[in-house]
């Protein structure tokens, strides 16, 4: 299968800082990024979705300022989490996709972020 | 997507055979069937897809019922680093570049 990467693996901040988390498709070309949050315990939610080139779309719920989504090219697209708040303390995945004709998503190995 | 129900947990012996159930009563015609894990402090990874035959793969089996209502996975031999969350999900396959939802999965123990 086609490789994603994250980076940071883990980031601690402080309450009222931004934090970028970059996601990185190695050997193929994702046209569409995906970002899910995972709480602890819990499944992977939804928070939006990004073709490259244009504006990403957020879930109901999810607040567009507050998080960031940048889709610049066919390999790269970033989360920054602006003004961080301690109930922002997650597990950020992300996933690309846009091998035809199935349109797999392959996904990230996280970034664990707290917010102290 | 169609919705799926899975145990919430399911524990197996170490080197013995798991079968994993998924209902999925609603799916339609176009609805692939798809199975994902998640190992602790992880991504998810695909384990392996079907429409309508039985599939096989290095990781695991799928058998797909003949109504496809249901499905199991299958861990032909269990290792400790099979411990995971499995998830099943349903994608259409006419739904172009939607994402995969997840829905709460089964969370598999594996004793040695």
């Known amino acids: 299968g086609a490789v994603v990467s994250q980076h940071p693996s883990r980031v601690i901040c402080k309450s009222g800082t931004s934090v970028k988390i970059e996601c990185r498709s190695l050997?193929?070309?994702?046209?569409?990024m995906f970002w899910y949050r995972q709480f602890p315990k819990k499944s992977l939610m939804l928070m939006a979705t990004?073709?490259?080139?244009?504006?990403?779309?957020?879930e109901q719920g999810v607040e567009k300022d507050k998080f960031l989504i940048n889709h610049a090219s066919l390999t790269l697209s970033t989360l920054t989490v602006t003004s961080a708040h301690p109930e922002d303390s997650s597990f950020y995945i992300c996933s690309g996709s846009g091998r035809a004709p199935y349109n797999e998503q392959f996904f990230g190995p996280g970034t664990r972020l707290t917010v102290l | 997507d169609a919705k799926t129900t899975q145990p919430n947990s399911m524990e197996s012996n170490e080197e013995e055979p798991v079968h994993l159930p998924c209902n999925h009563s609603?799916?339609?015609?176009?609805?692939?069937i798809h199975w994902y894990r998640q190992l602790p402090s992880q991504g998810p990874e695909y384990v392996i897809h079907?429409?309508?035959s039985n599939v096989n793969n290095r990781m695991a089996s799928l058998a797909i019922a003949e109504d496809r209502k249901s499905s199991t996975l299958i861990l032909h031999r269990a290792t400790l680093r099979d411990a995971a969350v499995y998830y099943c999900i349903l994608r259409d396959s006419n739904s172009g570049n939607t994402p995969l939802v997840f829905g709460k999965g089964t969370r598999l123990s594996v004793i040695a």
């Open positions: 050997d193929f070309q994702a046209t569409t």
């Open positions: 609603t799916i339609s015609g176009t609805d692939y």
């Open positions: 079907g429409l309508t």
């Open positions: 990004s073709n490259e080139g244009s504006k990403a779309t957020y």
